[in-house]
């Protein structure tokens, strides 16, 4: 069994980050989805947040569960016997980034592969703190994460922060599923 492991601290989860995982869940038996707990940035989510956030986005993969971590992500991955770490990327700086602790955790953990997926175009400018960012000014951030997690922005923001725009559609085996 193929099994992969897609880390981040996921503040909050978007639709990016989404359709990684939804890429990933296809081409492994099973993807565990980590999020780091003490990350060495200010978060606006709590890690009990962000693991609500990322089950709901994500419970209609079966061959997914999310755990929480600290520490090496290479160590991680050995606790839960992963053969692959899955990183998304955006652009040249993810993948020069993600290719130097790749290498780092390759002299770590030499029968841990990386595989990097790029995202979709329609996602290649969107991060985390760029959808905090505009939904902390009030901007219409409707078509970059599911609805949960922008009633949470909105929570956290106490602001509206999308209009009526386009609905999300999102790949899953072949068929694209209506994300409301």
């Excluded at 997914?64 to 290479?74: A, D, E, F, N």
Aim: aromatic residues 8%; charged residues 25%; negative net charge.
């Amino acid at each position: 069994m193929r099994r992969a492991l897609y880390p981040g601290t996921f503040d909050p989860i978007h639709n990016g980050h989404i359709d990684i995982a939804v890429r990933a869940s296809v081409l492994f038996d099973e993807v565990v989805v980590a999020i780091y707990d003490a990350p060495p940035k200010k978060l606006l989510f709590t890690t009990q947040e962000r693991l609500d956030l990322a089950q709901q986005a994500l419970e209609h993969l079966s061959n997914l569960r999310i755990v929480t971590y600290t520490g090496l992500t290479v160590e991680c991955a050995r606790e839960h016997k992963v053969d692959v770490i899955v990183r998304g990327l955006r652009n040249v700086a993810d993948f020069e980034y993600e290719q130097q602790i790749g290498w780092a955790n390759a002299a770590l953990a030499p029968h841990i592969d990386l595989c990097c997926l790029f995202c979709n175009n329609d996602y290649a400018y969107l991060s985390a703190t760029i959808l905090k960012e505009v939904a902390s000014l009030g901007g219409d951030c409707g078509a970059w994460a599911p609805p949960h997690v922008l009633d949470a922005l909105e929570q956290k923001f106490d602001r509206p922060i999308r209009s009526s725009g386009p609905k999300i559609y999102l790949r899953h085996e072949d068929k694209l599923v209506h994300r409301d």
